[in-house]
């Protein structure tokens, strides 16, 4: 894990996003976001997932509800992609065509 860190206000200067945005995103629990002597960070390893909401939010006109909703299903998406690569290799164990 990377942890370098972005200041929140210059990051959404040079990706023209409102701060209040991050900050609805740490509310919802979707994001981290540390403060240091006053100063808000994101780390590098939250920005997929801020250019990913905020590409929901602006381009897409999508609530906080609606992006906590798409997370959970990409998320649970994610486990059965898993599940089933998992399930498959056990299959090849018997040597199974599928």
Excluded: W
Aim: with cysteine; hydrophobic share 35%; net charge negative.
């Amino acid at each position: 894990m990377q942890n370098e860190l972005i200041i929140v206000s210059e990051y959404c200067d040079k990706c023209h996003i409102e701060p209040e945005f991050i900050g609805m995103l740490q509310e919802g629990g979707l994001i981290d976001v540390l403060t240091q002597d006053g100063t808000q960070y994101l780390t590098i390893d939250e920005l997929p997932d801020v250019e990913r909401y905020s590409r929901l939010y602006y381009d897409l006109d999508i609530n906080m509800e609606g992006i906590d909703a798409i997370r959970h299903l990409l998320e649970r998406m994610g486990e059965m992609q898993r599940e089933i690569e998992y399930l498959r290799s056990r299959l090849r164990l018997f040597d199974v065509d599928f």
